[in-house]
């Protein structure tokens, strides 16, 4: 059983803090405890105003009950709820909901609360939930631990589990259920001082009664918790649904004044969540949209889909949506093309989409016989049904039909309602799951999720990938790691990264003998841990063809950073023979992360990185899949493969490159802060790739 089971089955609850005071957050609780809940277990309630509530005795304080609960729910002031948290564990009370506000958003005080509370929570294995929060929603289970006022509109049960750190939001998609979503449990944590949205996710991935996990993240605090509840998730074969708040700069401000988190980098957190089959979405709507298609429905084999409808507008409208989401059209198998175009008029277009023209109002049985044909070819994975008008009894006659064609279908059925007017055959659609999208936009982003999702299960290492075991732990302090581009790519070199050959010359004679050694053309750049950027201080000379240009390399560089960086401690030139002609330069660069840890970045060089931000990340370590996946995602990738008769690159090289350096990185432990190879040389096939520049910032004594 899932350690979080009786936070949301408890068999006896203690309110303290209960009141009677009319609207007040006591009341509320109460309320919905006591008379919107169907709680058969022990309810004790815990007052020091008063000796009886709603008919029911009051007990002073947790320590006078008859008996140990297994939750409290907590709605004393902030600055009693520490005394009551410690009784609570003296008394070994398994979970405490702390639905007061007052301590981390408050500032440093509030947040030295939040401190004790894990103190309390870690010594004595009292959970704590919350707090600032508005409390758990176990639908399935009609109970109620929260003291909103919606807990009673907000109750119908289905199969999608929800784990929010915000209530407005969460309480925003709870309210989907008029569209006839149907949610088990909602849990949304507050500023999490103890639990966090990860181990909700965590429950719902071992909840029987879950299929689906939508979350809504305004930050996260402990990188490798979520990781593990998500890749938990996954092995359950539960897909899970995110929306992250704070993806912009004036987002992650919010998001981080709201829940006194950890927003991270937005980038990192799609890439994390796409390398583990998460799948991020942009709005509540889009959350919605793809959270109950999942539930109604697993993507299964196939990618394509098919359009019936009875407007030709319509239909073109959609299947140009579909297009611009690179979603493809099924070709009907000939069995189906015979039975639709049997069946309806020779002006009706009975390709993919499929109008059916008013001859589908006309003739009753012709919509239930045509449809399921079309549901029933097997290149169909899903069929779309868009509703430009609302009819009236003729919408209602033909929801009826979808609700009996979709009860004979193997793939679901998705109606787009597009008119404002939603009228009885909408709430039929509602009433029996088959909840209408809202408009054709909505509807494809939603498939477009759904399919890709299904891309993902079908991937046989999706579940292959293990973090480090030190995923998102702080790096130890330590005196900062002072090399120069040599030393760094003697280190990369010793661990199977190739570099070009080079040597160091300290004086002028040295840079001309180690030029003869060499052979030309050469590169001659400035030695100095000191200058992380070459070029700006006019430390570089390429396409050194002779002696005579490697002595007046020499001196110009020595004179332009005596000049420019006149600080700079230098060593002397580094002296490097120039790639071979052709190829093609790529970034390769690894980060930290403060919430995941390393992450690796991969794009093209030049302006595909600086001007369009063409990049694929990936949280380290590299799996080979996970490279040779990484290296195509770009959109310039193309440039690799041999576009406009280019040879092809060697990208299998490039992909041994990569795995070096994450296993580079892994020896290296937490004493990397930043690796940036830029540009590395990727020659056409069989030629090898080659690391040009090198820069390693971290900490610690040299190279090991």
Known sequence: ?????????????AVVGASDRPDSIGARTLDNLLVHSR??????LVSTSKPELFGRRTWPSIEHLPATPELAVVVVPAAAAMGVLEQCAARGVRFAVVLTSGFGETGPEGQAMEARMREIAAA????IYGPNCPGITNVNGRLGLTFSPSFPHDLQPGPIGIATQGGGLGRNIMQAMARGIGVGMWSSSGNEADLQVADFIDYMADAEDIRVIVTLIEGIKDGARLVRALQKAARQGKPVVALKVGRSEEGARAAASHTASITGSAQVNSAVFAQLGVIEVDDIDELVDTAWLLARQLPGEVDEIAVYCSSGGAAALTADAIGQHHIGLTRFRPETTRVLSEKFPSYAAVGNPVDTTAAILAHKGLFDDTLLQVCRDPGVALVVLPIAIEYGAVTVEIAQAVLRVQAQSPVPILPIWMSDRTGEGFELYARHGIVPARSVGKAVKAIRRWLDHGRWRRRADRLD??????????PQPGPALRITEREAKQWLSGHGIPVPGSALATTREEALAAAERLGYPLVAKVASADIAHKTEVGGVAIGLADAAAVGAAWDRIHANVRTRAPEAQVQGLLIERMAPAGGVEVLVGVSRDPVFGPVLTFGLGGIHVELFQDVARRLLPLTRSEAERLVREPRSFALLD???GRPRADVSALVDLLLALSDFVAAQGDRIDEIDLNPVWVGPAGRGVLALDAVIVGRGEGAR
């Open 124 to 127: 004595s294995g009292m959970r």
């Open 465 to 474: 990938w293990q973090p480090w075991p030190t995923l998102g732990q702080a």
């Open 39 to 44: 709680f058969d277990g022990e309810v004790w």
């Open 642 to 644: 041999g576009a406009r």
């Open 1 to 13: 059983m899932n350690p979080l089971h009786g936070l949301f089955n408890p068999r006896s609850i």
